[in-house]
């Protein structure tokens, strides 16, 4: 079994993510990739974290830039896989890439997208399904919403091109399936 580590930087330094990522791997691979900023346009702000003196959203560029870089000059730690930082409100229609982050695949190995079935999230609609008011809310069956994955991937492919991608959040909510 290997993982993802997630690199935030309200967390450590890049440097301090290889270093203790080195002491994971060093009996063999347990770490296999890293991945950037989580979710920036939803939590920067909200949790005043920045790099560099930058916040949301050339900090995260600036962020994903160092990590990559400090990634792949170490030989211990060059091939890993770095996945690039994800957006939280992509999979509403009108997201938008921020124009800053044109240029984030050449810091990434990989693209990074949450293709949440209705997102599976609060932007969901409230539909009502017999006596359940939101039945609904917060996540679908894949068949209700067969057509939505499209907007998270138009988002990002603005940034990542084609691919490739690592799907690093998706799944169904456990609660508030029946309020």
Do not use: C
């Amino acid at each position: 079994i290997r993982t993802t580590v997630l690199a935030e930087p309200n967390l450590g330094t890049p440097e301090s993510f290889r270093e203790r990522i080195k002491a994971l791997n060093a009996n063999g691979i347990a770490v296999d990739t890293v991945e950037g900023a989580n979710e920036p346009d939803m939590f920067w702000k909200r949790l005043h974290i920045s790099w560099k003196g930058q916040g949301y959203p050339e900090g995260p560029v600036i962020w994903q830039r160092d990590l990559f870089h400090t990634f792949k000059a170490d030989p211990a730690t060059s091939k890993l896989a770095i996945i690039g930082p994800s957006l939280g409100l992509a999979g509403i229609a009108s997201a938008r890439s921020p124009e800053s982050w044109r240029n984030l695949r050449k810091y990434s190995d990989w693209g990074n997208v949450h293709p949440y079935p209705y997102n599976a999230n609060p932007f969901g609609p409230e539909l009502a399904y017999g006596t359940l008011r939101s039945f609904f809310h917060n996540g679908t069956f894949p068949s209700v919403t067969v057509d939505e994955a499209p907007d998270a991937f138009r988002a990002y492919q603005a940034i990542y091109g084609p691919g490739p991608y690592a799907a690093t959040e998706t799944g169904y909510p456990a609660g508030r399936w029946f309020t």
